[in-house]
């Protein structure tokens, strides 16, 4: 009778361990605005697999999509990404559309086949940056003047609508003066003064 029990719990302890094929986390980067695609590298086209999406910011615990075969069933359940994702009908891969920098997070698939298959990816999207814009005080940058040898001319480098950034001023390739944001979406603004007969090359980074 030991012996039995013995036999079933490791037979049970063999399922479990051997039942669940879990692939390594995959993590992808995407700009704001594109599309995203997250293989399963599976086809369940042949059986009645139920394919489950789910997402969470750092607990991939929300179900956003799935496909029941067996019921007829396919739908986009979470309406944050409805019309923006679909599922692949062969191999329940999801593609997401015109993403956003809030769809960042983790992502998780379950797959009911034998054995019952599981991925998770790290999704990161990056906001797109505007071009900085560079004004200067063009009556003193542009003087021909006997005087302009001793006068300034003023630059400003702007960019509007950024958060998590620094702007920089770079002499040639030295690093001159910065400045950064970190959690508001404002618009920042750099100024620079160069002497008039400075004959350096100026450049802006963001």
Request: charged content about 15%; some cysteine; glycine content about 4%.
């Amino acid at each position: 009778m030991i012996l039995v029990l013995l036999l079933l719990r490791l037979w049970l302890w063999h399922f479990n361990v051997f039942g669940v094929e879990a692939g390594v986390m995959k993590s992808l980067s995407v700009m704001e605005g594109d599309s995203v695609t997250l293989h399963t590298d599976t086809d369940t086209q042949r059986n009645y697999a139920v394919i489950q999406w789910m997402f969470g910011a750092q607990n991939p615990d929300i179900v956003i999509a799935e496909i029941n075969r067996e019921a007829n069933i396919s739908d986009v359940s979470d309406e944050r990404f409805r019309d923006r994702v679909t599922m692949d009908s062969q191999t329940g891969s999801l593609t997401i559309t015109n993403i956003r920098t809030t769809d960042s997070g983790l992502y998780k698939v379950d797959i009911t086949t034998d054995p019952v298959v599981v991925k998770t990816f790290n999704v990161t999207v990056y906001a797109l940056l505007t071009v900085p814009v560079i004004i200067s005080n063009s009556s003193q940058c542009s003087s021909s003047s006997e005087s302009s040898s001793e006068s300034k001319c003023s630059l400003l480098c702007s960019v509007l609508n950024v958060s998590h950034v620094t702007l920089s001023w770079f002499k040639g390739n030295s690093l001159i003066s910065s400045i950064s944001v970190s959690d508001l979406s404002i618009s920042l603004s750099l100024p620079l003064e160069v002497e008039h007969q400075d004959k350096n090359t100026y450049s802006t980074q963001l």
